[in-house]
Nanobody
Framework: VQLQAFGGGLVQAGGSLRLSCVAS????????MCWFRQVSGKQREGVSC????????YYVGSVKDRFTISRDNAKNSVYLQMDSLKAEDTAVYYC?????????????????????WGQGTLVTVSS
């Protein structure tokens, strides 16, 4: 099983990036998918999640109205569109899958509860 995250890079503040996460070895239809980010020396932070149906989503307060999560189960993929990027968005971004997990606008599974993690993709926003 592998989750491959890509799409990171260097962008100026105010710019956009689109992260993708593609799964192999599993079918994501029954998995909630999340994006986390981590800055060196800090705890991993849940950024956004989407439930298996694609209906329910979660966003951490600092990215609301700037980031959009989506999924395409036919392509076994999940995406994170990041607009109006800020320097504080700089981090390594990871995708994660949690089998049959509930996602609400206010709660997501704890990082220890995920079945699979991607390898991370670095996003650097220059101010």
């Amino acid at each position: 099983v592998q989750l491959q995250a890509f799409g990171g890079g260097l962008v100026q503040a105010g710019g956009s990036l689109r992260l993708s996460c593609v799964a192999s070895g599993i079918t994501l239809d029954d998995y909630a998918m999340c994006w986390f980010r981590q800055v060196s020396g800090k705890q991993r932070e849940g950024v956004s999640c989407i439930d298996s149906s694609g209906i329910s989503t979660y966003y951490v307060g600092s990215v609301k109205d700037r980031f959009t999560i989506s999924r395409d189960n036919a392509k076994n993929s999940v995406y994170l569109q990041m607009d109006s990027l800020k320097a504080e968005d700089t981090a390594v971004y990871y995708c994660a899958a949690r089998f049959l997990a509930a996602v609400t606008p206010t709660a997501i599974p704890h990082p220890s509860e995920y079945n699979y993690w991607g390898q991370g993709t670095l996003v650097t926003v220059s101010s």
